[in-house]
């Protein structure tokens, strides 16, 4: 059960777009199409903003989007605003009904 | 609305156990499956446990095998988990979930669990 490798931190200006890669292997990312994405302040519970790989929840900008090939999902963020800063966590099904997380990237609007 | 609260956090010696609670309102809770996740102070998210909509199975994270058990009452739109012989690495804010399309749809604010002698 190894945590799905994302970037510990990355950054862009206002108007930019950033996207946050999500390394796992064969046996989930790989191998399920259920990969999930969370948004998350200090002290705050998480928000999920995509899941099934590419969908959005009813309410989550649409400047969220998401992708995966092979074994890395991809989470891009269109036009930053200074609201996106926060935290954001990948997470993927794997064998016998287990969850695996990313070790969370840190996104910093400059 | 929809809406789940954790309670049963504090402070406990290691070796000792507890026992966590989510109450669950706003929705068809027995429909669910639910999980626990936890967050260790400054660090990641890593997924605890899993309960199925009517508790017919159940799955763990390895480091939580054999000591932590997960359950729920239905009667009372109620979830749990169960910590025995709890060890400093088990400090957490516990966050409880509800798993729609095999993501976590609905959280939990959560409760700090802080382990220490």
């Known amino acids: 059960q190894s945590a799905l490798t994302q970037p510990a931190s990355v950054s862009g200006s206002p108007g930019q777009s950033i996207t946050i890669s999500c390394a796992g292997t064969s046996s989930d990312i790989g191998y399920y199409n259920y990969v999930s994405w969370y948004q998350q302040y200090p002290g705050k519970a998480p928000k999920l903003i995509i899941y099934?790989?590419?969908n959005r929840p009813s309410g989550v900008s649409s400047r969220f989007s998401a992708s995966k090939s092979g074994s890395t999902a991809s989470l891009t963020i269109s036009g930053l605003q200074a609201e996106d800063e926060a935290h954001y966590y990948c997470?993927?099904?794997?064998?016998?009904?287990?969850?695996?997380f990313g070790g969370g990237t840190q996104l910093t609007v400059l | 609305q929809v809406q789940l609260v954790e309670s049963g956090g504090g402070v406990f010696q290691p070796g000792r156990s507890l026992r966590l609670s989510c109450a669950a309102s706003g929705f068809t809770f027995s429909s669910y499956a639910m999980h626990w996740v936890r967050q260790a102070p400054g660090k990641g998210l890593e997924w605890v446990a899993l309960?199925?909509?009517?508790?017919?199975?159940?799955y763990y994270t390895d480091s939580v095998k054999g000591r932590f058990t997960i359950s729920r009452d239905n009667s009372k739109d109620t979830l749990f988990l169960q910590m025995n012989t709890l060890r400093p690495e088990d400090t957490a804010v516990y966050f409880c979930?509800?798993?729609?399309?095999?993501?976590?749809?609905?959280w939990g604010r959560g409760t700090l669990v802080t382990v220490s002698s």
């Open positions: 099934g790989v590419t």
């Open positions: 997470c993927s099904y794997t064998h016998s009904d287990t969850r695996v």
């Open positions: 309960i199925s909509y009517d508790g017919s199975y159940e």
């Open positions: 979930a509800g798993d729609w399309d095999w993501s976590f749809d609905l």
